[in-house]
């Protein structure tokens, strides 16, 4: 592969039928059934264009789960879309916090915006340093930070945000019980979430940015007209609302406890300290380990297209102690863990 292949490579490529998927992040593998019936409800309303009180709707629940104002909510076709429109700012350079999510600096970069990476410290956990990363017109930074599962304190990004317009890729925040280190509504800000991992909507594609509305004007520049469909609209207000929201909450404390015992099984293979619904580990050898794992049945997320990893890291998705136990024989199996 190519440096450029490495960054739009996704873990869903390592899944096929049959496997058994560590590889992807997705809670569940569909979507709730209240959630499904919402979408099935909303189909109702597809044989009209959505209306700009159908945006309005969204947005305000967005507002309601978050605490900010209407205008401070922009609707996307998932966080992806945000990444796109990032070019929309200008920047003249934007930095790019590594390892992370490749997506925004494959979005950047298409756009023809100069990226410089900011490559963390493995043997310092991943840890962000505002004087390491110093100003931008633009930062990217991913919290909690996939593949590393590191959970940035938010009084350092509010740091970074003193003299850059920094972007926060909060995809898994909502996989962190309490989502203690949230940035939405901070100063210079611009917060992209998902609802991808915790609902299971990968095929949907909906999330939402908050930000002040003159930043969100900037970067919704030029957008089409009716760029989000009804389905999505109808996720984004069902999974803001108060009883989706507790849900949510629930699902998080399980995870954590979920990773805990994965992390007892994986012992010190586990780098850092991880907070999100997903491990990074380094292996000796890791071409072979996964791929004797693949022969085994487990697909595990390869970690050298990471900028900053290397072939021995793969990224490892939290699931059930009984559903982690094929994986867990597979590396023993292996000779990864005893």
Not at 2 to 16: I, K, M, P, Q, W
Not at 62 to 88: K, T, Y
Request: contains cysteine; proline residues 8%.
């Amino acid at each position: 592969m190519t440096s450029d292949d490495l960054l739009r490579y996704h873990g869903d490529v390592a899944v096929r039928p049959g496997l058994v998927d560590f590889a992807v992040n997705v809670r569940g593998g569909r979507p709730p059934g209240w959630l499904r019936e919402r979408l099935v409800g909303a189909l109702e309303r597809v044989g009209a264009y959505p209306s700009k009180a159908d945006d309005e709707r969204a947005r305000v629940a967005v507002a309601d789960r978050h605490g900010c104002a209407p205008d401070e909510v922009l609707i996307l076709n998932g966080s992806a879309e945000g990444f796109v429109l990032l070019a929309n700012l200008r920047p003249r350079v934007a930095k790019v916090v590594h390892p992370q999510f490749t997506e925004p600096e494959v979005a950047l970069r298409d756009a023809g915006v100069p990226v410089e990476r900011v490559l963390l410290d493995q043997a310092d956990g991943f840890r962000l340093h505002p004087e390491k990363v110093g100003k931008a017109d633009l930062v990217v930074i991913g919290n909690p930070t996939n593949p590393t599962s590191t959970l940035h304190p938010a009084d350092r990004i509010r740091e970074i945000a003193r003299e850059s317009t920094v972007v926060v890729d909060e995809a898994f925040m909502d996989a962190v019980p309490g989502e203690p280190e949230s940035v939405v509504g901070a100063a210079n800000t611009l917060v992209l979430r998902s609802l991808t991992k915790t609902w299971a909507l990968p095929g949907l594609r909906a999330g939402y940015a908050v930000g002040h509305p003159d930043l969100l004007a900037a970067l919704s520049r030029n957008r089409p007209q009716w760029p989000v469909g009804t389905l999505t609209l109808e996720a984004v207000v069902a999974c803001c609302e108060a009883p989706a929201v507790a849900e949510a909450e629930v699902a998080a404390v399980d995870a954590q406890a979920h990773r805990r015992v994965l992390q007892g099984e994986l012992g010190a293979l586990v780098l850092g300290e991880p907070r999100a619904p997903f491990v990074l580990i380094e292996v000796a050898d890791g071409e072979r380990v996964r791929r004797e794992l693949l022969e085994r049945g487990i697909a595990v997320r390869r970690g050298d297209t990471f900028p900053g990893l290397g072939p021995n890291h793969l990224r490892i998705a939290v699931r059930s102690p009984q559903e982690c136990g094929p994986l867990i024989a597979a590396l023993r199996a292996v000779e990864v863990v005893r």
